[in-house]
């Protein structure tokens, strides 16, 4: 059981909340981020907004040109109506494929990338007009709800439909500098072996793996279960002798 109680703030009953409330003695280093080039933006975010869950894009040209990217800027949104998104950022060389076939297209897919094909996955970042599928050795699974093709070899697979874009700017610019997509889960495909009897996904068995800062992964750890305060079994201990009802 945790020794953790009410009010309680930074437990100081572990070494590891003993050694946090030190750590934080020593101070703090603080940038204004509007006064810093991007360049040094870039590593300073990703390294601190972590982990990074990875969607794996598969999409098709105008010409039916098959397309597979990894990009980080990625997180579910909502459940009713089923939401995600990922942000492309429009390098000054040329966009970036995936952005330009799902705006062009309005569709697309997004396998979760498993430790087992992590490698396969990360060649096809390489930045060269070649064929990413034939590139990686991965296979395209046939989607019912889009054209575009998932990876069979993930455990998870997305078929999405566009739902909203954003072009996003710098505070008094008119240059687009990233642009926020929000698909539409139109079906989900799950393998058998990943789920649990519950009926979800059991990390353990999905073994997906997250973008850390510069080049590093992270891979599924150890888990814990904390479960949600009932405020009926703590409001005593949090308000005494105070009429909860105004």
Not at 36 to 48: C, E, G, K, Q, W
Not at 162 to 177: A, N, Q, S, V
Not at 227 to 239: A, S
Request: proline share 8%; aromatic share 8%; glycine share 6%.
């Amino acid at each position: 059981n945790s020794p953790w109680k009410l009010r309680g703030g930074v437990s100081d009953a572990s070494d590891l909340g003993k050694g946090w409330t030190s750590d934080g003695d020593k101070g703090w280093k603080t940038w204004k981020l509007s006064e810093m080039p991007s360049r040094n933006v870039y590593p300073l975010l990703t390294s601190a907004i972590v982990p990074r869950p990875i969607a794996f894009i598969s999409t098709l040209s105008e010409e039916s040109v098959p397309n597979l990217a990894p990009f980080s800027y990625f997180s579910m949104v909502a459940h009713n109506p089923p939401l995600l998104s990922v942000s492309f950022s429009l390098p000054p060389s040329r966009p970036k494929d995936s952005r330009e076939n799902i705006l062009t297209t309005k569709e697309f897919t997004v396998s979760i990338i498993s430790e087992p094909f992590v490698e396969a996955a990360n060649v096809t970042s390489v930045e060269a007009d070649v064929n990413e599928w034939e590139l990686s050795g991965l296979t395209m699974a046939r989607s019912f709800e889009v054209k575009p093709p998932w990876v069979k070899e993930s455990a998870v697979g997305f078929e999405c439909e566009l739902f909203h874009t954003y072009d996003i700017r710098p505070p008094g610019t008119e240059k687009i500098t990233h642009t926020l997509v929000l698909g539409l889960i139109k079906r989900v495909h799950v393998r058998e072996s990943v789920l649990a009897d519950n009926g979800t996904i059991d990390p353990v068995r999905l073994r997906a793996v997250s973008r850390l800062g510069g080049t590093t992964y992270a891979r599924i750890g150890e888990g814990f279960d904390l479960g949600r305060p009932n405020w009926e079994q703590i409001k005593d201990e949090c308000l005494p002798g105070r009429d909860l009802r105004k």
